[in-house]
């Protein structure tokens, strides 16, 4: 198992609790079953700074911020397990994309680098948001029945527009954000290149 130095202990948490504080915040619900919000971003960027692992390991805190602390919608405990563990650790599959974003940020090759954040921002939020769908058709059939629709093409529905709201928006925001700041990403060193230092 990849061990981690203080520092990336500490920035896993942090973003953890950036994370927990944006989705606090009001966001836009169309629908009582859709609400989009920017909250992954800080588990996106942890992920693309700290790589696959230190992403997951935040996604999960965040998780458990959100049952912690009451933010979460629980019908039974592996509902809770899979919408509040699975799912959010799942946004750090962002960081499989980690070096290729940074390497191209380092570079100064803002197309691609672009190009990798909106398919990191991508495979996270579509990882994250199939379990939310596997979730929606197991555990919340009822409220389909009393749409008059199959719990299928319920889920889909809902989660796929709220996939659809959320990917884009972190997606738009991620860009602008590292095209402008992209030390918050590339100044991240490994223990190793700081105990060469």
């Keep these: 198992m990849k061990k981690f130095n203080l520092q990336t202990l500490i920035e896993i948490a942090i973003f953890a609790a950036f994370a927990m504080a944006l989705d606090i915040l ?15 971003i800080p588990i996106f960027i942890i992920a693309f700074r700290r790589g696959f692992a230190a992403g997951v390991i935040s996604g999960f805190l965040w998780g458990i911020l959100q049952i912690t602390l009451g933010d979460a919608y629980i ?27 940074k390497n191209s940020l380092v570079e100064k090759k803002m197309t691609t680098a672009i190009t990798w954040i909106v398919v ?28 008059g ?7 889909l529905t809902m989660n796929g527009i709220t996939f659809i709201g959320a990917f884009i928006t972190c997606a738009i925001l991620l860009s602008l954000l590292l095209a402008k700041a992209p030390a918050l990403v590339t100044n991240a060193r490994s223990s190793t290149s700081r105990k060469a230092a």
């Design 26 to 40: 009001p966001s836009f619900k169309p629908h009582p079953s859709i609400s989009i919000s920017f909250a992954m």
């Design 120 to 147: 990191g921002t991508f495979v996270g939020s579509v990882i994250r948001y199939f379990w939310h769908f596997l979730a929606g058709v197991i555990f919340f059939k009822k409220y389909a029945i009393e749409a």
């Design 149 to 155: 629709k199959a719990p299928v093409i319920f889920s």
């Design 75 to 101: 019908l039974t405990p592996t509902q809770a397990f899979i919408e509040y563990i699975i799912a959010f650790s799942c946004v750090g599959f962002a960081g499989l994309f980690s070096n290729v974003i």
